[in-house]
């Protein structure tokens, strides 16, 4: 499992990519097109590798962040009533977009990756901003 620790205002955050089920039997790392267009904004995601996330994550973590409106129902379903205050959609945090879900970019054409990365760069700096308040 592979994490990447990054500081924030009240000390260190554990981040982590998983899923509810994996998707292409791969090795749970980013495809080529989403590494090349994190790759063109200064991210190397070349070391991240996702896991399927398990009900102890939602004990673990006090915060973990759903893509979209259909796997936030997964998850939710994974957290139970206890611990679904923990769960949220990433894009809540977003500040520019109105989306409540981040599209998969592999539908969009070229320009999905960019899209997606704008969307998700605008809901990061929105749940920093959450973060430093709290």
Do not use: N
């Not at 981040?15 to 190397?44: E, I, L, S």
């Not at 969009?108 to 760069?121: K, N, S, T």
């Amino acid at each position: 499992m592979h994490g990447k620790h990054l500081p924030l205002a009240h000390g260190r955050g554990d981040f982590q990519k998983a899923g509810h089920r994996c998707r292409d039997g791969g090795d749970g790392g980013f495809g080529r097109h989403a590494q090349k267009a994190a790759a063109k904004r200064g991210y190397d995601l070349s070391a991240l590798r996702a896991r399927t996330i398990e009900g102890a994550d939602f004990r673990r973590f006090d915060l973990i962040l759903a893509m979209d409106q259909e796997h936030h129902a997964i998850l939710s379903r994974i957290a139970g009533s206890s611990a679904e205050h923990k769960l949220k959609l990433m894009m809540s945090y977003a500040r520019r977009f109105k989306e409540r879900d981040v599209p998969d970019p592999y539908y969009g054409g070229p320009q999905g990756f960019e899209r997606m990365l704008d969307m998700l760069e605008d809901a990061a700096k929105g749940l920093l901003e959450s973060l430093h308040r709290d």
